[in-house]
């Protein structure tokens, strides 16, 4: 991890530690990032800072089984703007996460939830870190200003994808491409306000030294108060089997899709907890 900025200084936060093929590591849901540990440290969510995770080595995710040996990303099906009675005491999403917290995972990443909050994330989430895991949200639509406080309440980290926002790979116009980032830098602002370690992340834009695309995100990151700038590409080894419903009963929504963690090709770190 390398740091560009040391004026902004962030508190110890979450991270998962556990063992993985006899190593113990180190993982950081905001970054995605995973360290080795040679320091007998408790096993499970663990609040540690960040400039003493990063005094180990990287752990090579080929040598601990893959990325799956860490965690998963984990598409869940919500439904849009549920009523506050819409989620059942057994429902096939607190099976599902229990299933997953079950397995031994470090870290599941909530990917693209949408809207946000809901009923079903907090009670996703909730079940998730009373198992031990930790839990990220990555998504493309930066959540509303007003759902900052809540969000901060229910994830351990917040990994806002900008490719839609920032890039041309979208067929946006310059409308609704200014009203995406707008949405972003307030969105931005206001979940570092409320206390919630939120990180921009990219699987597009070149990591450094990149070009004048990774130097612009690196400020903007700095600008919006982030912690930093995770570069990263999704893994290639395809869809993972979610935990079976079939014994569930009859009429189950489905609960989403599994996917293998990103690598991390690079971070940038801007907030120093010295």
């Keep these: 991890m390398r740091s560009s900025r040391g004026a902004s200084v962030a508190p110890a936060r979450v991270y998962g530690v556990g063992v993985c093929a006899g190593h113990l590591v180190v993982h950081d849901p905001l970054t995605g990032t995973t360290h080795h540990r040679d320091q007998l440290i408790t096993v499970g ?8 995770v990063a005094s180990h080595p990287v752990a090579d995710l080929a040598a601990l089984g893959g990325s799956s040996a860490l965690g998963v990303r984990w598409s869940p099906v919500v439904q849009r703007d549920p009523s506050p009675t819409w989620v059942p005491a057994n429902s096939v999403h607190r099976r599902a996460a229990r299933a997953l917290a079950c397995a031994g995972l470090l870290t599941v990443d ?29 998504t493309e639509r930066c959540p509303a200003e007003r759902h ?32 995406r980032l707008r949405s972003l830098i307030s969105g931005t602002r206001a979940t570092v306000a409320a206390g919630l370690p939120t990180q921009l ?9 990149g070009n004048a695309a990774t ?25 993972l089997a979610i935990p079976d419903p079939a014994d569930w009963g009859a009429g189950t929504p489905l609960c989403g899709t599994l996917k293998p963690l990103d690598v991390p090709l690079d971070t940038v770190c801007l907030r120093a907890d010295v």
């Design 215 to 239: 130097r612009w995100l690196v400020e903007l990151a700095d600008a919006v108060g982030a912690h930093g700038v995770t570069f990263a590409r999704p893994q290639e080894d395809g869809t």
């Design 148 to 179: 900052a406080e809540a969000l901060a309440d229910c994830v351990d980290a917040l990994r806002i994808c900008v490719d839609t926002a920032v890039t041309r790979r979208h067929r946006l116009g310059p409308d609704e491409r200014e009203r």
């Design 201 to 209: 992340y990219t699987r597009v834009i070149p990591p450094p030294p």
């Design 45 to 52: 969510r663990t609040m540690l800072r960040a400039s003493e």
């Design 110 to 138: 909530l990917h693209e939830v949408d809207p946000l909050p809901t009923p079903d994330l907090t009670d996703i989430a909730g079940h998730l870190t009373d198992d031990g895991c930790t839990v990220s949200l990555t």
